[in-house]
């Protein structure tokens, strides 16, 4: 099970830190990745790291700005969104996979409910 927090209402070059816990497997040995989905639009990737931390992806338009982190200690994710734009609003997700780094989200088998991130201009 993946749950995230952290998501809320914050001006256009404000920051935000999502959350995402997880329980009920191993997570330590998986994939971890966030992906998002503005209304209208299909879901498309953020970031992912690996399961030790040392290889992470990021899209293009969030690379500087956000930065993935884990602790495997404690079976979390985060997602630190830093100067943040109204193109950043959407619904948030966590999600894992066992197996390689990837950006593709069909090959990811473990879905969190998604939280809400808005960007006010």
């Known amino acids: 099970q993946l749950v995230e927090s952290g998501g809320g209402l914050v001006q256009a070059g404000g920051s935000l830190r999502l959350s995402c816990a997880a329980s009920?497997?191993?997570?330590?040995?998986?994939?971890m990745g966030w992906f998002r989905q503005a209304p209208g639009k299909e879901r498309e990737f953020v970031s992912a790291?690996?399961?030790?931390?040392?290889?992470?992806l990021y899209r293009d338009s969030v690379k500087g700005r956000f930065t993935i982190s884990r602790d495997n200690a404690t079976n979390t994710v985060n997602l630190q969104m830093n100067s943040l734009k109204p193109e950043d609003t959407a619904v948030y997700y966590c999600?894992?996979?066992?197996?390689?780094?990837?950006?593709?989200?069909?090959?990811?088998?473990?879905w969190g409910q998604g939280t809400e991130v808005t960007v006010s201009s």
């Open positions: 999600a894992g996979r066992y197996g390689v780094l990837t950006e593709y989200k069909k090959y990811y088998h473990y």
């Open positions: 009920g497997r191993t997570f330590s040995n998986y994939v």
């Open positions: 790291i690996s399961w030790r931390g040392g290889g992470t």
